[in-house]
């Protein structure tokens, strides 16, 4: 239990020393105020910037749905990028020779030494991500309209899902990789271009990032989207577990 504690301990320091918390707080929370303004003044700023003699541009007023779904398209970019980095160097002390021959000739399980780091950095950013989503959801209520709070309790869950998720492949390809650049470097390729999943016929009823647009789907359709993250978050950690647990120490500088 001491391990396990002091573990996350640790981590929680390493986020706030290395400036990752500080990122994770303020890109959230930029996106979770401004997407609510951003949202209302894009059809102005469309029919500005489009509209000639010949061409008139008709946009839509923007509606709370639009605010949020502008919150969570930014979000899970920049946001996902910066939730992959805390996920990969959350094992950063595997890949340096000195670190790792430290933990592991100290620790009795290894386990107890890992999981600690890994859901301290999913309790961080998905706090993050939801503190942002309820200002977003604030703001919105004071530029355009109240949201309804069924549809910001549905919203928040399913991306919380996906960034845990998202979190959960970096930690596998560190695991794997022990390169932190090559790790960082090919979740944020890989969760880039799992949104295509969306253009293959059916993908759409089984795809985690359905879950993206938990805000305006029904609770029926997200069942098998919620079963396949939760699946390969499950699978991601599993196969991490066991790729540590036999990986020797890395000798090389």
């Known amino acids: 239990m001491n391990l396990v504690l002091t573990s996350a301990h640790v981590e929680f ?8 918390l ?10 979770g105020v401004s997407s609510p303004a951003l949202a ?13 003699e010949q061409l ?9 749905g639009d605010a949020l779904a502008l919150y969570v398209q930014s979000a899970m970019q920049l946001g996902l990028v910066l939730a992959a980095a805390v996920a990969v160097t959350a094992l950063g002390w595997d890949a340096r020779p000195g670190s790792s021959v430290f933990y592991r000739t100290r620790s009795v399980s290894l386990a107890a030494l890992v999981l600690p780091r890994v859901l301290v950095g999913w309790v961080v950013v998905v706090v993050c991500h939801l503190a942002a989503l309820t200002a977003a959801a604030v703001s919105t209520a004071v530029v355009i ?12 869950a399913a991306t919380s899902a996906y960034l845990v998720m998202a979190m959960a492949i970096g930690h596998v390809l560190m695991a794997t990789l022990r390169r932190t650049a090559a790790a960082l470097a090919t979740t944020t390729l890989l969760m880039l271009v799992l949104p295509l999943l969306n253009s293959l016929p059916g993908a759409v009823a089984w795809a985690p990032t359905a879950l993206l647009a938990a805000a305006t789907a029904s609770s029926g359709a997200l069942v098998v989207p919620y079963l396949t993250t939760i699946g390969t978050t499950a699978a991601c950690l599993l196969v991490a577990a066991r790729v540590t647990a036999h990986r020797s120490i890395r000798r090389d500088a």
């Open 40 to 52: 209302l003044l894009l059809p102005d700023l469309l029919r500005s910037a489009a509209s000639t």
């Open 145 to 156: 309209a109240p949201v309804e709070s069924q549809e910001i309790v549905r919203l928040g």
């Open 56 to 64: 008139t541009v008709h946009a839509a007023t923007a509606t709370p």
């Open 22 to 31: 500080t990122g994770l707080v303020a890109v959230f929370a930029f996106f």
């Open 13 to 20: 320091k390493r986020l706030t020393r290395t400036g990752l």
